[in-house]
């Protein structure tokens, strides 16, 4: 049913922002620079960007954008299942505070907040891994800070987790 009423309207937007309370993670959203011998990691940032291209390309039929949305796929599941078994471990370690003491959630009084563009789901996906692993990170910190975990087991799942959510 059509009543001759054309609407002009523009698209839709949304103003998206990620905060992060560990330097592991924000390590991880920006990356690492080639230089001095070392090769550079590309960070999160430069993954969705990634990200966004080949999602438009596979709207545009392309077989090798659709050959990586289903490796990218492949690699965020099985990213987020090693988080998974982190948390797991973490949350067996941490069952180990007594009751008699209360300990609240580890924040960062002054997190970073940093603006996200992003236009695909595998591109969010992501991020709510590496919000995962700066959850993880906090907990960490704290594990060691109250006597429950060592230093180097600490550092050994902090290094695990970020490696994890390497693109």
């Not at 545009?60 to 990586?68: K, N, Q, T």
Request: aromatic content about 6%.
């Amino acid at each position: 049913m059509s009543d001759g009423f054309q609407l002009n309207l523009g698209p839709l937007r949304s103003d998206k922002k990620l905060t992060l309370h560990t330097h592991h993670a924000a390590r991880v959203w920006h990356g690492r620079p080639a230089g001095e011998g070392k090769n550079g990691i590309i960070g999160l940032s430069g993954f969705v960007a990634l990200m966004n291209k080949i999602t438009r390309m596979a709207e545009r039929d392309d077989p090798y954008a659709d050959l990586w949305m289903i490796q990218i796929q492949e690699k965020l599941e099985s990213s987020k299942s090693e988080l998974e078994d982190i948390k797991a471990r973490l949350d067996q370690s941490m069952s180990r505070l007594p009751e008699a003491l209360s300990v609240g959630e580890n924040v960062n009084v002054h997190p970073v907040t940093l603006p996200v563009f992003i236009n695909s789901p595998f591109g969010f996906l992501a991020v709510y891994l590496l919000i995962t692993y700066d959850d993880i990170v906090r907990r960490l910190l704290l594990a060691h800070h109250t006597a429950l975990m060592g230093r180097r087991d600490m550092e050994i799942w902090i290094n695990a987790g970020g490696k994890v959510n390497r693109p």
